[in-house]
């Protein structure tokens, strides 16, 4: 299996800490809407520098590359509003407060 990966970053535009145990879901999904790979990891700060590796067989079209993002933490909630495509070798992924 040869594998591709996907970097980059989510942040949000909101100045304030990041507490401790924030956790950012990232997926990797095609325009069709499938889920191809997808990670948590702990985001201490904002950005956050995130990393998924996907099977290449999976991947028709890596032009086509969509992320979903979601970060949740003690302070709220921040998301992606739409997909955002997969900008080369370091993707920046702007996240939305969301109002729970």
Not at 45 to 69: H, N, T, Y
Not at 71 to 92: H, M
Request: no cysteine.
């Amino acid at each position: 299996m040869t594998l591709m990966t996907v970097s980059g970053n989510v942040f949000f535009r909101e100045r304030i800490a990041v507490p401790p145990g924030a956790i950012a879901t990232i997926k990797l999904v095609d325009t069709e809407g499938e889920v191809l790979a997808a990670t948590a990891i702990e985001a201490p700060g904002i950005p956050a520098e995130f990393s998924v590796a996907v099977d290449a067989e999976l991947v028709q079209d890596p032009a086509k590359l969509l992320i979903w993002a979601m970060l949740r933490s003690e302070v709220g909630v921040w998301g992606t509003t739409e997909l955002v495509p997969v900008d080369g070798e370091s993707t920046a992924v702007m996240l939305t407060k969301i109002d729970e």
